[in-house]
């Protein structure tokens, strides 16, 4: 049974599996670095249909489907579905997932998401409230910027701390197997705030927040950063990595030679024009299912940490000069028991 070790950290003892994952992309990110990781690449955004806040519905059945499939299990196998986007009340996740007459547990975690619903549906596996568990989370460049910013025919120029939302969806399903990778910690985060109110810097309001959590980890399992093949973060974009990396320095702790952010790692600076780097749920999630998890699975990774970052604003928050709340949730993966 799942203990707590520490404030927010908590251990696994049940050998919890992430039986199965699928990542679904849109153009821009299969043109990326990792391209090729991906179990489904669509030519367009749109998917054929007739508003992008479908299409992003689209993307999250279709990293859900793939990964029953790739696990050789049906919808009914699934006892409980974890679920959460960037739209208003969450309705990628509710619409996309309407049809699947499974339990459901919407979460919001903002681009923290795949993270929090990992840990979420470890968790019940460890409890054992069922076998198999989902965990899933999209975003949408086009329906983001049409909540968040400015109609995509305005045009408005975006300033380089920007990040660009990916177009994409992850989906994990957990279940107690001898099956790796394994969900060995989580630890659930804070709402941080770094007093940031501009909200094309959501890199450096997140900072603080993935910090926080991964420090609070490290000291309640007794490790270090030499202790991790890789420290991904997702998504701080340029910005956020390098003040989270100062605030690390700032304590003694030299972070930046294992760290590694999905946000930097799903698209290519030089040659697409994403400006400080990527962010969205399906940024840090696409990042997870199709490249993180294979690699441990493959035992090309062996221990790894996972702390996905959320900015948790909204436009009328924005609107009134508030600052920016952050919050990141982090999940330990190995390869062994």
């Known amino acids: 049974m799942a203990k707590l070790i520490?404030?927010?950290?908590?251990e696994l003892d049940r050998g919890v599996s992430v039986y199965s994952c699928a990542a679904a992309v849109?153009?821009?990110e299969s043109d990326g670095p990792l391209g090729n990781c991906f179990d489904y690449a669509a030519e367009?955004?749109?998917?054929?249909l007739t508003t992008w806040e479908k299409a992003?519905?689209?993307f999250q059945q279709y990293a859900f489907d793939i990964a029953l499939r790739k696990g050789k299990l049906i919808k009914e196998d699934i006892s409980f579905i974890f679920a959460g986007d960037l739209l208003n009340q969450c309705t990628g996740s509710a619409y996309g997932l309407r049809d699947t007459d499974i339990s459901f547990i919407g979460l919001y975690g903002a681009c923290s998401t795949m993270a929090e619903s990992l840990a979420m549906a470890s968790l019940f596996a460890d409890m054992r409230l069922g076998e198999y568990f989902a965990a899933v989370t999209s975003s949408h460049f086009c329906s983001a910027e049409r909540q968040f910013r400015f109609p995509i025919n305005y045009g408005g120029v975006r300033p380089p701390t920007a990040q660009w939302t990916a177009t994409g969806a992850g989906c994990c399903i957990t279940s107690v197997a001898?099956?790796?990778?394994?969900?060995?910690?989580?630890?659930?985060?804070?709402i941080t705030d770094m007093g940031i109110k501009d909200a094309n810097n959501m890199g450096a309001a997140m900072a603080g927040a993935a910090y926080d959590t991964i420090n609070r980890h490290l000291l309640a399992t007794g490790t270090s950063p030499a202790d991790y093949d890789v420290i991904y973060t997702g998504d701080l974009g340029q910005v956020g990595s390098e003040l989270m990396c100062e605030l690390f320095r700032r304590d003694g702790t030299e972070i930046s030679h294992k760290h590694k952010d999905c946000g930097l790692m799903l698209?290519?600076?030089?040659?697409?024009d994403v400006h400080a780097g990527g962010s969205g749920c399906g940024c840090s999630a696409s990042v997870l299912c199709g490249h993180i998890l294979p690699q441990i699975a493959e035992g090309k990774l062996h221990r790894?940490?996972?702390?996905?970052t959320g900015a948790l604003m909204s436009t009328t928050k924005v609107q009134q000069g508030e600052s920016i709340p952050g919050i990141s949730h982090l999940v330990e993966i190995s390869d062994a028991l």
């Open 267 to 272: 698209y290519d600076r030089e040659k697409q």
């Open 178 to 190: 001898e099956k790796p990778p394994y969900v060995k910690r989580v630890t659930i985060g804070k």
């Open 6 to 10: 520490s404030e927010g950290t908590i």
């Open 26 to 28: 849109g153009k821009m």
């Open 304 to 308: 790894v940490l996972f702390a996905a």
């Open 56 to 58: 992003e519905s689209t």
């Open 44 to 48: 367009g955004a749109e998917l054929g």
